[in-house]
């Protein structure tokens, strides 16, 4: 635990948790095919988001990985294939980057949970309901964000910042949460911590977690599914970290230090490759 | 016997004169409040720029209309081709600059040096009108008229209903897009919302008070509320109170010491923004000592 860091509801329950199966399909990508103005940059790709699963989209710069995130978020269209959701009460979320909140912003931590509880319409009730208050409450609480909640999102330090926009994803109540780049610059404790408490969203409160990281260590030591993708050879692999890290492609892009130090683990995802 | 006569003082002919002034200083306290609110928008969105280009834009819109009636017969309110145009720019500028492979500054430019330099040749054109047009582009809006008073206190009271109604989701969409639209918001409707409020406002506000005081309300109000660092809501209710103090400080101010309006009102929305950042200074070592 970083000094002055509180231990937090994730922190204790993490810690608790003992190996988790993944549970029923939440987010399906079938024969999904990304790229710009109709032109595609990976293979088909078939993809199931499971809950309690934790995914790592993993990559060069350059190689897909962002393309890949924003067709998933909706923010551009697939060339071909689709991506949908296993249900119709099923949420997604998204946890953007700490510097995608204008530091201009006078946004407080609490009024940014709040905005979790936005969805759809709902927008039209100009105040939030009793309940959606202690929905955000129970969120600060979830994330340790209860002592931040009054300070400007802007004062935060890096892991203050992660925590309220944690407290944003748990107010939303989404099962699956979709995070870019998490841990970017992190220090190592805060980064360790954000991915611990990443980790017990998916394994303790049952939500399927997708993150878009530059880290291999990060990616190896916590994520239940490894996609790497590669734009330049036009491939990618998925699978556990031993799969993915021990795969040509992957050697073929970053040598054979990680395969060396993969940890061997159960294949949980599906690998088409 | 002799008798002196003594002229009434400012305070008295303003007294005196109050049905004249009332209108006026009525519609820059509406324009003020509402440009106000819409300028912390304006500001943290970044598209100050924005703001100068669709108040020029306005201005065109306005040289257009008494140039249609001139030279071409055709009767079209000035106040209609402000709106027009003014909506017309926000929504062009709305589109996204990438896809022709520019910058958003660079867009803003164009439309910014197009439209002031449209109005002047315009202008050239209807000499007739020239003191109106000269109006539009800095505000010398010593008058208003019952219409423009009417339009501009419809526009703002219809605005700021809706925009007091959707608080949420407009701030939400502007301030963070990519989540709003993950969590189902209709983020173009309501980006489209906010884009319109801004343009038919500054298009109704432009031809009442003139584009100068029009571009100060809508960036300075927000300048000077952001800087006191209040929390959202309310830097928004602190922006609108400051847009009116501007607008209807700024013709007292041109009232009893005979300067032009425009320049005013622009001038006090300047000085209240040092007022704050003094009181910005002062506020910060009992803010570190708490």
């Known amino acids: 635990m970083a000094h002055g860091d509180h231990e937090t509801e994730l922190d204790r329950g993490h810690r608790a948790a003992v190996p988790v199966e993944p549970g029923e399909p939440l987010l399906k990508c079938e024969q999904l095919v990304i790229g710009y103005g109709g032109k595609d940059i990976l293979p088909p790709m078939d993809l199931v988001v499971r809950r309690r699963q934790f995914v790592a989209v993993v990559g060069r710069n350059g190689s897909g990985k962002s393309t890949w995130f924003k067709t998933l978020l909706g923010l551009i269209p697939p060339v071909s294939g689709r991506i949908t959701l296993a249900g119709p009460n099923i949420r997604s979320a998204y946890v953007p980057q700490m510097s995608a909140i204008d530091s201009l912003l006078p946004v407080h931590a609490r009024e940014l949970t709040s905005w979790g509880r936005l969805s759809g319409w709902n927008f039209l009730r100009p105040f939030p309901s009793k309940a959606d208050r202690q929905k955000v409450e129970a969120a600060l609480d979830t994330a340790g964000a209860r002592g931040i909640a009054k300070r400007p999102f802007r004062d935060l330090s890096g892991g203050e910042k992660q925590r309220a926009l944690l407290a944003r994803v748990i107010a939303t109540e989404a099962d699956v949460v979709l995070l870019d780049e998490p841990t970017a610059a992190m220090d190592a404790v805060a980064e360790k911590q954000t991915m611990l408490r990443l980790c017990a969203l998916a394994h303790d409160r049952g939500l399927g977690v997708v993150v878009v990281s530059h880290d291999m260590s990060v990616a190896a030591e916590h994520a239940d599914v490894i996609l790497f993708v590669d734009r330049e050879h036009r491939c990618f692999v998925m699978g556990d970290a031993r799969t993915v890290f021990c795969h040509p492609a992957f050697r073929r892009q970053y040598g054979d230090d990680y395969c060396h130090s993969a940890p061997q683990g159960p294949h949980r995802g599906n690998n088409p490759a | ?290």
């Not at chain 2, 449209?118 to 000499?127: C, P, T, W």
């Open chain 2, 1 to 290: 016997m002799e008798t002196t006569l003594l002229e009434p003082s400012k305070w008295e002919q303003f007294q005196a004169g109050w049905e004249l002034f009332r209108d006026p200083i009525l519609c820059a306290l509406i324009a003020g409040c509402v440009l106000g609110f819409l300028s912390v928008y304006v500001v943290l969105r970044r598209m100050v720029f924005v703001s100068a280009a669709v108040t020029n834009t306005a201005g065109l819109g306005v040289a257009l209309a008494f140039f249609a009636e001139i030279h071409l017969g055709v009767h079209v309110d000035p106040l209609i081709g402000a709106v027009v145009l003014s909506v017309a720019a926000t929504l062009l500028l709305m589109v996204e600059p990438a896809r022709l492979r520019l910058s958003r500054e660079s867009l803003l430019g164009c439309a910014f040096a197009f439209a002031g330099g449209a109005a002047i040749l315009v202008g050239d054109r209807i000499a007739q009108e020239a003191h109106d047009i000269q109006g539009i582009l800095f505000g010398t809006a010593v008058l208003v008229t019952p219409d423009q008073l009417q339009a501009v206190a419809v526009a703002g009271a219809v605005l700021m209903v809706l925009h007091l109604w959707w608080f949420r989701g407009i701030a939400f969409v502007s301030f963070d897009r990519v989540g709003a639209t993950v969590q189902g918001l209709p983020v173009k409707m309501l980006d489209t919302v906010l884009m319109v409020s801004i343009g038919i406002m500054v298009g109704v506000c432009a031809r009442a008070l003139g584009a100068l005081p029009v571009f100060a309300f809508s960036t300075l109000s927000a300048i000077a509320a952001l800087v006191l660092d209040l929390r959202l809501p309310w830097t928004f209710f602190t922006a609108t109170v400051l847009g009116g103090i501007a607008g209807a400080g700024g013709y007292l101010f041109a009232y009893f010491y005979d300067f032009p309006v425009g320049g005013s009102q622009t001038v006090l929305s300047g000085v209240l923004v040092l007022l704050m950042m003094l009181v910005r200074l002062v506020q910060v070592p009992f803010k570190r000592r708490a």
